[in-house]
């Protein structure tokens, strides 16, 4: 059975930092790329950033380079989020998944329940 798992999601001050973590397992980690997604209220789902497990490129929306960095360790079929300088804008629930593509969500198969991120001003 896929399942993408993720956790490390929470309430924090602007400024602050949290740092996402996306399990994988039921399928071939090192095949795919890894994406993180939010959804905030109201608002279209968008992709954050996103890494081939093969390779370790990266790619991020232009609205969080400088601020987050993802990570994955092939070891434990996990990815990170790491995410700094947090603004309430960044306010959302947060989903990773797995697929071939980019940040483009018809590129991406299997996804997570999501985690919430609050980011309070």
């Known amino acids: 059975e896929v399942q993408l798992v993720e956790s490390g999601g929470g309430l924090v001050q602007a400024g602050g930092s949290l740092r996402l973590s996306c399990a994988a397992s039921?399928?071939?980690?090192?095949?795919?790329?890894i994406g993180w997604f939010r959804q905030a209220p109201g608002k279209e789902r968008e992709g954050v950033s996103c890494?081939?497990?093969?390779?370790?490129?990266?790619y991020s929306a232009d609205s969080v380079k400088g601020r987050f960095t993802i990570s994955s360790d092939n070891a434990k079929n996990t990815v990170y989020l790491q995410m700094n300088s947090l603004k309430p804008e960044d306010t959302a629930v947060y989903y990773c998944?797995?697929?071939?593509?980019?940040?483009?969500?018809?590129?991406?198969?299997?996804w997570g329940q999501g985690t919430q991120v609050t980011v309070s001003s």
């Open positions: 998944a797995a697929g071939w593509g980019t940040l483009l969500e018809d590129e991406y198969t299997y």
């Open positions: 039921g399928f071939t980690f090192d095949d795919y790329a």
């Open positions: 890494i081939s497990s093969r390779d370790g490129s990266t």
